[in-house]
């Protein structure tokens, strides 16, 4: 496990340790800082729904930021939550069931996308640029809703595929 975690930790500088994760939802684990950021160890969609239930810790919102190259500001923004009231909160303060559920979400966009691109930077590159297929928004504008994520998905997987987005 120990292994795993320090690849979980260097996912910026060596992201081939990211593909090394046997599954996704270690893939996502890894995406939001690891399973001791993370404080559970996800390894099923039950494991998810009981996380989301009891909640993530703030910390894992400045790895997302990171990750997205936003401010937490924006971040506040995508999970539909003050930014006044995560200031307020304190790095291991386990956030509410709906933003647990909307970070859940985006890791697992931010997952598929390096799956896609090979390297965070080229990810986050193109989660930055203005598509067509998303009426000249950038994706990074749809993570903010269920629908919006999905549809980000959906081009993620027509990339991977050879689609035009």
Excluded at 9 to 16: G, L, T, V
Excluded at 77 to 96: C, F
Excluded at 137 to 145: F, Q
């Amino acid at each position: 496990m120990k292994n795993t975690t320090k690849a979980i930790e260097n996912i910026f500088e060596e992201p081939q340790a990211f593909y090394g994760l046997q599954n996704k939802y270690q893939r996502i684990t890894s995406v939001l800082g690891g399973s001791a950021a993370v404080g559970y160890n996800i390894n099923s969609d039950i494991d998810l729904i009981e996380v989301t239930r009891k909640g993530l810790p703030k910390l894992v919102l400045q790895t997302l930021s990171t990750i997205l190259s936003i401010s937490m500001e924006k971040m506040s923004e995508l999970l539909h939550v003050s930014h006044r009231t995560l200031q307020r909160k304190n790095d291991t303060d386990l956030l509410n069931v709906y933003p647990t559920e909307q970070i859940l979400k985006i890791a697992d966009v931010i997952s598929k996308g390096i799956e896609v691109f090979g390297a965070v930077d080229k990810l986050t590159k193109w989660l930055h640029s203005e598509l067509r297929h998303l009426n000249y928004k950038t994706p990074i504008a749809y993570l903010d809703t269920t629908f919006g994520v999905a549809l980000v998905k959906d081009t993620l997987g027509r990339i991977e595929h050879g689609v035009y987005s």
